[in-house]
């Protein structure tokens, strides 16, 4: 079966995790013979493998059409979206994947009522168009028929895996961290993610000497935006840039990681840490719980004094942060993106049956 699967995003976060784990996986399913659309300049994720290199953004009409044209010439037996952007015109079959669908659950995200617009708009089409559609997380794909009732009984649950990350080798701290008790959390300021909650949970806390460290590029004078001239805010630190092997390194140096999201599609960084053997203090919010199970603590999101309660727990009671470890890398292990691609494969086979065409005659 020859599947075309839509890599231009490969490099990015969040959706680039996912094409580069899924599509090296799908790589070992039996059967399958993988096209990568891949964006211009990017190493495809699987190298040994057919790609197309692509000269649009994937966001927009002429990434759409330059999508479609793709289609017509590799004449795949599927194709795959691997986010909401889909071809145009549509062909049949077409599996989309759905990360999540925040800027319309969160507003906030996308201000821009103009923009949040567009967004529904492809994302309704690519719920319209699909045969199938791969949702990250249950609640996703809850989420997914709230807004768009048209999903229902189309959408199947693909969960995501971290092995691929977590398995690599462990880079070196920065050398301001090396000797250095931290809590480690996402430096995303995104207004989902609720850093704001962190920082101030963070000044409760009472030991001095403890650091958060917060994974990312700083965007320029956030920490004091939030907190002002309060007195724990110089123990707080952007990371800047990292590669992937010091991010490994920071979950696994850390010793927690503050995860206080108010809506995820699915949440990596948890999985990544419980891996890793790092407790987790994380929110009930959206996926998260899917995710973490209840190997991890959790708290309401927005409560600032509750996280601060459950950070305190598993710094002060070695009891628990020895059973959060154990229980965090048994949870973790159950994540794998071969578990994932045999989903993926086994939803290929649901809509591989029904024939190659155009889901729609025109853009």
């Known amino acids: 079966m020859r599947i075309l699967l839509d890599c231009r995003m490969a490099t990015w976060s969040g959706v680039g995790r996912y094409s580069t784990g899924l599509v090296r996986a799908l790589a070992g399913q039996p059967g399958l013979e993988l096209v990568q659309f891949v964006a211009m300049g990017a190493e495809p994720p699987v190298p040994t493998a057919e790609a197309v290199v692509a000269s649009a953004h994937p966001f927009g009409l002429r990434g759409a059409l330059e999508f479609g044209s793709v289609v017509r010439a590799v004449r795949p037996d599927i194709t795959h979206a691997l986010h909401f952007p889909t071809p145009v015109p549509a062909p049949r079959p077409l599996v989309v994947t759905m990360q999540d669908v925040t800027p319309l659950a969160e507003p906030a995200v996308m201000p821009s009522a103009l923009k949040r617009a567009v967004y529904r708009g492809w994302v309704a089409r690519a719920v319209r168009v699909a045969d199938r559609i791969l949702a990250s997380s249950a609640n996703t794909a809850r989420d997914i028929s709230r ?36 809590v480690l959390a996402m430096g995303n300021t995104k207004p989902h993610k609720d850093l704001p909650s962190l920082l101030w949970a963070f000044g409760r806390l009472t030991e001095p000497d403890l650091t958060l460290v917060l994974a990312g590029e700083d965007p320029g004078g956030y920490v004091r935006s939030v907190l002002g001239d309060s007195a724990w805010a110089k123990r707080v630190s952007f990371t800047g840039a990292v590669d992937d092997g010091t991010l490994r390194a920071l979950f696994a140096g850390a010793v927690a990681l503050a995860y206080p999201s108010r809506y995820e599609g699915f949440g990596l960084p948890p999985l990544e840490a419980m891996a890793y053997g790092v407790p987790v203090v994380t929110t009930t919010a959206a996926s998260v719980p899917e995710v973490v199970g209840d190997a991890a603590l959790l708290v309401e999101p927005g409560d600032a004094a509750a996280l601060a309660d459950a950070l305190h727990r598993v ?9 959060l470890t154990t229980a965090g890398r048994e949870r973790a292990s159950g994540f794998t993106w071969a578990k994932t691609a045999q989903r993926t494969a086994d939803a290929y086979a649901r809509v591989g049956g029904e024939g190659a065409g155009m889901a729609e005659p025109s853009p």
């Open 147 to 182: 807004f768009f009732p048209e999903a229902a009984g189309k959408t199947d649950v693909v969960l995501l895996a971290a092995d691929d990350f977590t398995s690599q080798p462990v880079g070196v701290l920065p050398r301001w961290l090396e000797g250095r008790r931290y």
């Open 315 to 323: 710094l002060t009671d070695s009891d628990l942060a020895s059973r």
